[in-house]
């Protein structure tokens, strides 16, 4: 008998030793939940309250300088600031103007390669900013590229990019005659027809897969309420006399 009840009295204690233990799991578990909610509020607040401050300096600055084109003033604004965000757009956006043009096809050129904006910026930043010498590339000079813009691009925009850069003279020419024969349809579809008003600009419309560009009337407004841009870009008219408005995203 003795021994029968060592033994409940054992298991009894094992028991309680066990469920001390879980409760004891189960209050550190809580207490890790816990902390992890307050730290994640506390990044929330933190990002927030970050945005905020952004937000605030921004609209002194709009305050102060009074500036008659908002949208322009503040992306110029964060790419003075910020540039380290903005993936290398700060230096199209703040490119040379006689060579933004030349710079905007680079861009385009690679976007009708599926390949993304900041990998166009890296062979700007390298020196080659035209289409043209583009064609002076091998794919052996990609590694170069990479190297000297201290980056390293994926897998599969590495491997897309030596797919383009094997046959690079014929994608250029590709690019180029599509881009002509476009410039071709809309002069002849907007300025060869004697019913259509004579065109001041070329409106360029927000930059898509395949962009489109519209002509803008004397004495009308743009098409959207977004604040253009003046820049040195394409236009349907060779006779154009102003530039053509780009709108940026």
Same mark, same amino acid.
């Given at each position: 008998?003795?021994?029968?009840?060592?033994?409940a009295l054992?298991?009894?204690?094992?028991?309680?030793d066990?469920?001390s233990?879980?409760e004891?799991?189960?209050?550190s578990i809580?207490?890790s939940n816990? /902390?992890?909610?307050?730290s994640?509020?506390?990044?929330?607040y933190?990002?927030?309250?970050?945005?905020?401050?952004l937000?605030a300096?921004?609209?002194?600055?709009i305050?102060?300088?009074?500036?008659?084109?908002?949208?322009?003033?503040?992306?110029?604004f964060l790419?003075?600031?910020y540039?380290?965000?903005?993936h290398?757009f700060?230096a199209?956006?703040n490119g040379?103007?006689?060579?933004?043009?030349?710079r905007?096809?680079?861009v385009?050129?690679?976007?009708q390669q599926?390949?993304?904006?900041?990998? /166009?910026?890296?062979f700007?930043?390298?020196?080659?900013?035209?289409?043209e010498?583009?064609?002076t590339?091998?794919?052996?000079?990609l590694?170069d590229?990479?190297?000297?813009?201290n980056?390293?691009?994926l897998?599969?925009h590495?491997v897309?990019l030596?797919?383009?850069?094997?046959?690079i003279?014929?994608r250029?020419?590709?690019?180029?005659?599509?881009?002509?024969?476009?410039?071709k349809t809309?002069?002849?579809?907007f300025v060869?027809?004697?019913?259509?008003?004579?065109?001041?600009?070329s409106?360029?419309?927000?930059?898509v897969?395949?962009?489109?560009?519209?002509?803008?009337?004397?004495?009308?407004?743009?098409p959207?309420?977004?604040?253009?841009?003046?820049?040195?870009y394409i236009?349907?008219?060779?006779?154009?006399v102003?530039?053509? &408005?780009f &709108?940026?995203r």
């Open positions: 008998m003795s021994k029968d009840f060592s033994e054992s298991h009894a204690e094992h028991n309680s066990k469920k233990k879980v004891d799991d189960l209050i809580a207490g816990c /902390s992890s909610t307050k994640n509020k506390k990044s929330l933190s990002r927030n309250s970050n945005v905020h401050q937000l300096r921004i609209a002194q600055e305050d102060e300088r009074k500036p008659s084109n908002v949208i322009h003033f503040i992306v110029d790419c003075k600031h540039p380290e965000h903005l290398g700060e199209i956006w040379d103007p006689d060579l933004e043009q030349e905007i096809l680079v385009e050129f690679f976007k599926k390949l993304p904006v900041e990998i /166009s910026v890296h700007v930043n390298a020196g080659f900013d035209t289409v010498t583009l064609c590339l091998s794919t052996n000079a590694d590229i990479e190297k000297f813009n980056t390293r691009w897998p599969g590495k897309r030596q797919q383009t850069f094997n046959d003279t014929n250029v020419r590709i690019f180029k005659e599509q881009r002509d024969n476009l410039i809309l002069k002849h579809r060869g027809s004697a019913s259509t008003p004579r065109l001041l600009n409106v360029v419309l927000p930059k897969a395949s962009p489109m560009i519209l002509p803008a009337h004397p004495h009308t407004h743009s959207f309420d977004v604040p253009t841009r003046v820049g040195n236009a349907v008219d060779n006779k154009v102003h530039p053509p &408005y &709108y940026k």
